[in-house]
């Protein structure tokens, strides 16, 4: 009789960055230990990204919505795997009492469309949880035309193109983050991390006339790179999605 095939491990986990390098971590099993060994293989992969990163932590997919204390423990782990738990995804009414009842923030860009009032639109994809901080080079939400920006984007520093496509005619140097509701074109090096369609937008496209990027991302699907193929290190690259997949490719 022929041996039974292993099953396939059913994911835990799925991990997103948004806005301003918010992630969005959506918990599909109540598991603080897996969670925590989980998240930890994620920092030692690339603690530049992960390492002390701000995380918001949705509740939404699990089969029942865990309380107060196990909550707690899920947050210790998360903490103990070396990112920061920063609040709630705003789900449902129980969820907002679970938040209160922990003293946490609710994110509303990360809300879901679970429970709405009677007369409560849909909330819109532009929506947003928080501001670009204030150092960033945002644009008004009525924008329609590209931000261009021509300065060096150097370690430590971000720009936030706000409801547009943002242009850069300069490097982005390793530790920067250049971010967009849009797309990003980049007529330089790119060593930081490049995330475009911020909002959602997955239509959004990153193009890149030197790769060398430490991660690049498009409404919500990342890709890190502790080592970049060969055949795209240093040439003209663009990247966009094909359904959930981040997809690059040489120009």
């Known amino acids: 009789m022929p041996a039974a095939s292993p099953a396939v491990a059913e994911p835990i986990l799925e991990l997103k960055f948004g806005q301003v390098g918010i992630a969005n971590l959506k918990l599909f099993v109540n598991d603080a230990q897996a ?3 989980e998240l930890a293989a994620k920092v030692a ?3 530049q990204l992960f390492g002390r990163a701000p995380l918001v932590l949705d509740l939404s997919r699990l089969a029942q919505l865990p309380d107060a204390a196990q909550t707690r423990a899920l947050l210790d782990a998360v903490r103990g795997a070396g990112m920061l738990p920063a609040g709630l995804a705003y789900g449902t009414s129980e969820n907002e009492q679970l938040a209160r009842a922990l003293d946490l923030p609710l994110f509303a860009k990360f809300r879901s469309a679970y429970e709405r009032a009677p007369n409560e639109a849909a909330p819109r994809a532009r929506d947003t949880a928080r501001a670009a901080p204030a150092d960033a080079a945002a644009a008004p939400a009525t924008a329609t035309t590209a931000q261009r920006h021509d300065k060096p984007v150097r370690s430590g520093q971000q720009v936030y193109a706000r409801g547009r496509d943002l242009v850069l005619h ?3 140097g390793n530790g920067a983050e250049v971010i967009a509701d849009g797309s990003i074109h980049i007529y330089g090096r790119l060593s930081g991390r490049a995330l475009a369609g911020a909002q959602g937008d997955a239509g959004a496209r990153i193009y890149c006339s030197d790769f060398q990027a430490e991660l690049v991302s498009i409404a919500g699907q990342y890709r890190v790179f502790e080592d970049i193929p060969a055949e795209l290190r240093g040439k003209a690259v663009q990247a966009w999605l094909d359904g959930d997949k ?6």
Do not use: D, N, T
Request: glycine fraction near 0%; proline fraction near 7%; charge should be positive.
């Open 45 to 47: 992969a690339a603690p």
């Open 246 to 251: 981040l997809v690059l490719a040489k120009l």
């Open 170 to 172: 300069a490097m982005v």
């Open 35 to 37: 969670l925590q060994a």
